[in-house]
């Protein structure tokens, strides 16, 4: 463990690093290599169909998980393989349309992904136009998994420490900023929405059940056959074979596949491995700090023999 000395140092180098890539837009940060204000922006006004469906994320907390299942679920091309698009193709980033995408011309269903906080969404979602499907993962867990994901960032040229890091997610520096603003935002606003709070450690602990509980959220009915498609194709280890949703397709100077794999362990509580007592402590004392007054329950750790 370094000194405090030390760590002060590196997290200074990291958050230093990390604004020289990076830019603000209404308290939020965003990766400046791949979207820009102007962006951000037009997003606000981007044109909503009723059966758009959004995923919505905090970083590392089942986005391509749910990418997956959602495809799936909507487009039965994806399900017989008879469509053989990536699965960030089939959910593009509203905020990081690194591919391009014509929003517009999208047959419907559409189905956009994104890590904004409620604030900086389209606005006709308000008024009820659309589905948001938000997934919320432990920030224990989003935390580990998105230490290990930054140090794969090829754009962020200096040495990443486990503590300089802590530091900063619950600061909130980091890219799409505070998981606690963001959970607590969407949360205490969902009935502005039109919306299903689905958790990661709930669809670990049964996969089929948390499909089906989407397909109701949506309108959409699946038979049996078609269900287990669906989850067939979302556990992590087909998911982790699958060249169409591991993200090994993303190519090296987005992230630095030689440093770490996307769809690394896919637990609940990976957290006790890298967190000391102390650091555990403390996390948990900022937590009921920022989220102790809401009612929301957090899963931390999970029998792992009987997750999907
Ligand atoms: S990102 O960069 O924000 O889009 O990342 P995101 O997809 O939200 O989160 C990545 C973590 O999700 C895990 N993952 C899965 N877990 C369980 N089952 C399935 N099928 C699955 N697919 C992805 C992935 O492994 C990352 O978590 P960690 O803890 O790093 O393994």
Request: overall charge neutral; aromatic content about 12%.
């Amino acid at each position: 463990m370094n000194s405090p000395e030390m760590a002060t140092i590196e997290q200074d180098a990291l958050g230093e690093a990390m604004k020289a890539k990076s830019f603000k837009y209404k308290g939020i940060s965003f990766e400046k290599r791949y979207t820009s204000p102007e962006v951000i922006d037009a997003i606000e006004h981007m044109e909503i169909r009723d059966n758009d469906v959004f995923l919505v994320t905090y970083p590392k907390s089942g986005t391509v998980w749910t990418q997956q299942i959602l495809s799936l679920i909507l487009n039965e091309g994806h399900r017989n393989g008879t469509e053989q698009i990536t699965n960030i193709e089939r959910a593009p980033a509203i905020e990081y349309n690194i591919h391009n995408v014509d929003f517009k011309s999208r047959p419907s269903p559409r189905l956009f992904s994104s890590h904004l906080p409620y604030y900086l969404m389209p606005k006709d979602l308000r008024f009820k136009t659309g589905k948001v499907v938000y997934v919320c993962r432990n920030p224990k867990d989003a935390l580990v998994s998105y230490y290990h994901f930054f140090k794969m960032n090829p754009n962020i040229k200096c040495t990443v420490t486990w503590e300089a890091f802590l530091d900063l997610f619950i600061k909130g520096k980091v890219l799409c900023g505070s998981w606690f603003d963001h959970v607590r935002g969407w949360y205490t606003h969902k009935e502005d929405f039109n919306i299903l709070i689905v958790k990661y450690e709930e669809m670990k602990k049964d996969l089929r059940f948390n499909v089906q509980k989407i397909c109701k959220f949506l309108d959409i009915t699946l038979n049996d056959k078609a269900t287990d498609i669906v989850v067939e194709r979302a556990t992590f280890k087909n998911m982790k074979d699958d060249p169409l949703a591991n993200y090994t397709f993303l190519p090296n100077d987005m992230y630095d596949k030689s440093k770490g794999v996307f769809l690394r362990k896919g637990i609940v509580g990976d957290w006790k491995n890298l967190m000391t007592v102390a650091q555990n402590e403390m996390f948990d004392k900022v937590y009921k700090e920022k989220m102790g007054d809401l009612p929301m329950k957090i899963t931390w750790e999970l029998n792992e023999e009987t997750a999907s």
